[in-house]
């Protein structure tokens, strides 16, 4: 989600600067607990993946993290490799901590992303014999404030297992002020949830997951080139609505833009790679939206998706194959 920023916004182009990094989970034996819920806007427990943060610089932060073996939505692909969309969340949820801890944006204040982009390293997702604990390389290259609040937020990651890097991201946001948020989204802002389950879902292996719960692609009239579906789901999903809002949750989209990909793939195992994305508008419960796929490369996706004759984001999808399948599946 773009908005525009007054004038007198102040933008900041913070240099990249190094520093010794005091973060206890660091230390050997260090790692007791996660980050508070609230502060990754998470209200489940088991979604919170942070465990702590330093700041050894101004514009730069050492986030810890950890990755568990199995996860109820984030599957092992293959029974082998972390689901890139774990690293995703994880990199997303970067940006609500430190707007919290290190900005000092009040609870209640809305994130609105406007670009989530990632690319992983797929060898370095093997799930090894004890979950992963990573080190997350922060480095804001662009704030906006208003005075000393904070109004919009660029940073960099990477991320690493040891001196493996896993994966890099680069994400987006604006910050809306309660009373900011509800002029934004006068007639929508005190909406409930809204499930929409159009039949002829696709079955689950099509799109790389297990249960046919996790399945957000249902079949749709083509239109044009590619492939088309409609945007299924249902809001007591525990991981795509861990909590109630009043519009689509943008992992929801992305996790849409996956499946898309996946099903334009004519392998059994596909790791979603890399993403790069941009939202143009809130995807709003009670109307339909579209999906729509298509090969751009031997191992590239373009998804977008549109509601209401607009469109609301798009995203490059990069895919690759996983050798191995789990137990007890076959191709």
Known sequence: MITTLEPTDVLTKLPSS?????CPDRQEGGLTTTVPRELVHRAALAEVFLTGMCRPAEDRFHVTAQLPRGHSFFAPIAGTHYDPML????????GSYVAHEAFEVPLGHQFLLWGLDYTATPENLVIGDAPANLDLDVVCTEVRRRGTQLQALRYQVTMRHGNAVVATGDVGYNVASPAVYRRLRAGQVDRRPEPSLPANALQPAQVGR?????????????????????????????????HPGDHLPGMVLLEAARQAAVALTAAPAVMPVSVSSTYQRYAEFGAPVWIHAERTGPATVKVTGTQNGEE??????GTGVVDALPYGMTA
């Open 210 to 242: 297990f249960s046919p719960f996790d399945v957000v692609l249902a079949a749709a009239p083509q239109r044009g080139t590619g492939s088309t579906w409609q945007l299924r789901y249902d809001t007591r999903h525990p991981v795509l609505f861990d």
């Open 18 to 22: 190094t520093g010794d990094c005091r």
């Open 87 to 94: 690293i995703c969340e994880t990199i997303r949820q970067v």
């Open 312 to 317: 609301v984001f798009e995203a490059l999808v």
